[in-house]
């Protein structure tokens, strides 16, 4: 089965809301076996409502429509419905009854525009809205040579919209899917280009695979997403396994965690695993570093603590730095890494520090950037790197902050193996 899914509201296509219904619900039908292939955004127009349904009707399975249920003139998808399908609107008087009842809880009388909320087009099935006065509406509708397209529409209110899909349209179409189920495993990697990356998984993100593999980037994170489809949860887990070990073996050291750990994540279990401490200090990227480190909860066992300073003075005055030493000094930058790292794990008398800077301001961007150099202080001395880079200046910060990070993740991955800091 496969599904289209439908945001309707000018408040949608004019950017004025962020539409999240259509996310939530593409994540739900994964979960049950139903790929979506569509996404359709359509504003409070009732033609163009009813030809965005036609054309879903027609390549579709299922399709899910949230918006435009409420009693105003501009709420018009019942009536787009309808005249999508060629069937009249008609009167359900037990709609009618809970709309009355939620306006009498209230202590309001029901405006006579209500009543709208009570037709549905001929032949639909009601979905209860426990809470709110929009009923959903439910319909299969006919395709020759074709099994029924089954169109279920939803208010646009969140909480309402979610109620609804665990009480009543979930169960609907794990009915019509078989039983069927689709689990997901995401690997994450750091430390190599997207396309990089695919060319080391030869063959492995075709399409047509079983499971699928889907690759993309963000804020330089590239994230593997595994996706198998199955009669159970542990079914899909077991046809997921072995293309995730031949990721991990193809890629070493570049898969840093899984779901929702991000590299602060990653850093800090390692340190926790090594029975070590860490501490930072960076100029340029306005405390980004310390904000991802220390902002993980229960953070404060391994990482100490982290300096930012915010100009070459600043500096000066917050690490004691080898005489000579000019921090405004281009041509000094390697050593002033060197020395910083040096500096910040003598003073919070940690295991490990990193150091970060300086990082060039990105307004206006370079057209030859400086290189931005690393360090990391640790038991045997001090090393210094300055990968290449050619981020977008707005990913500048957070591409530096997770380049320090993944020093301190390599090097501990170092003592793992025996090789010493």
């Not at 089965?1 to 004019?14: F, H, K, P, R, V």
């Not at 150099?373 to 707005?394: K, W």
């Not at 957070?398 to 390599?410: H, S, W």
Request: aromatic share 4%; net charge neutral.
């Amino acid at each position: 089965m496969n599904a289209e899914i439908l945001a309707i509201g000018d408040e949608i296509t004019s950017g004025q809301l962020l539409d999240t219904n259509s996310q939530w619900l593409s994540q739900r039908l994964e979960e049950l076996g139903v790929r979506v292939l569509y996404h359709a955004t359509v504003g409070d127009e009732l033609e163009p409502i009813a030809e965005v349904m036609r054309q879903a009707i027609g390549r579709a399975d299922v399709v899910l429509a949230t918006g435009g249920l409420g009693p105003t003139a501009d709420d018009l998808t019942r009536h787009a419905l309808a005249q999508a399908t060629d069937r009249p609107l008609t009167l359900d008087p037990a709609s009618l009854e809970h709309v009355r009842r939620l306006f009498a809880r209230r202590g309001r009388p029901m405006p006579p525009q209500n009543e709208i909320q009570a037709m549905f087009p001929a032949g639909s099935r009601v979905i209860p809205n426990p809470h709110g006065t929009a009923p959903g509406i439910a319909l299969a509708v006919p395709r020759q040579g074709r099994p029924p397209c089954r169109i279920y529409c939803f208010p646009g209110v969140p909480a309402e919209m979610r109620q609804m899909w665990q009480d009543s349209v979930a169960g609907w179409i794990r009915e019509q899917s078989g039983g069927r189920t689709v689990q997901h495993r995401k690997i994450k990697c750091f430390g190599a280009g997207e396309s990089q990356i695919e060319s080391m998984l030869p063959d492995l993100i075709r399409r047509g695979r079983v499971p699928r593999v889907g690759i993309n980037a963000s804020q330089a994170t590239i994230i593997l997403r595994i996706t198998a489809e199955g009669d159970s949860p542990e079914a899909c887990r077991q046809a997921i396994e072995p293309t995730a070990q031949l990721i991990y073996q193809q890629l070493g050291s570049l898969v840093f965690g899984e779901g929702d750990e991000e590299l602060q994540h990653a850093v800090l279990r390692l340190l926790r695993q090594r029975r070590m401490t860490l501490a930072s200090i960076e100029w340029g990227t306005a405390g980004l570093l310390a904000d991802l480190l220390g902002g993980v909860g229960g953070s404060g066992d391994v990482y100490r603590g982290g300096t930012v300073a915010t100009g070459a003075d600043a500096l000066a005055r917050l690490v004691r730095l080898p005489s000579g030493l000019d921090p405004a000094a281009e041509a000094q930058a390697e050593p002033l890494v060197r020395a910083m790292a040096a500096a910040c794990r003598e003073s919070l008398a940690v295991d490990l520090a990193v150091a970060v800077g300086p990082v060039p301001s990105v307004d206006p961007p370079a057209a030859d950037p400086k290189p931005i150099f690393f360090a990391l202080a640790g038991p045997s001395g001090v090393r210094v790197t300055s990968p290449p880079y050619a981020a977008h200046p707005d990913l500048l910060r957070i591409l530096t902050a997770k380049q320090a990070m993944n020093l301190v993740r390599l090097a501990m991955l170092e003592v793992e193996q025996g090789r010493g800091l």
